[in-house]
């Protein structure tokens, strides 16, 4: 098991441990990266900033950002960093919805 970690990000593999035996699956979504956004500030809404991952998805969400299995979003206030993990296509878009967000 002295390679598991790099198997398991190249590959998206997990084990489940038994006493017999250790089984190897794939996870359901291994394509998915993590990207950092600085977000201009009146990017969310200014009624009701995100103060969990279940609400920055839920405004992602609004803002047509799809959220296959395993992806995750978090909005770290203090730091004003959005932090997301998602497909390669997924983050292309929040990318252009950043950009195009007059600060």
Do not use: C
């Amino acid at each position: 098991m002295k390679y598991w970690p790099s198997l398991k990000k190249s590959y998206g593999i997990k084990n489940i441990r038994e006493p017999h035996a250790i089984h190897l699956t794939k996870l359901a979504n291994p394509l998915l990266l993590t990207k950092v956004f600085l977000p201009p500030k009146n990017f969310w809404d200014p009624e009701q900033p995100p103060q969990n991952a279940s609400e920055t998805i839920n405004q992602l969400k609004q803002k047509g950002v799809v959220f296959p299995e395993d992806a995750t979003a978090e909005f770290f206030s203090k730091s004003g960093k959005l932090v997301v993990r998602n497909s390669v296509e997924n983050l292309d878009q929040l990318t252009e919805l950043v950009a195009a967000t007059e600060p």
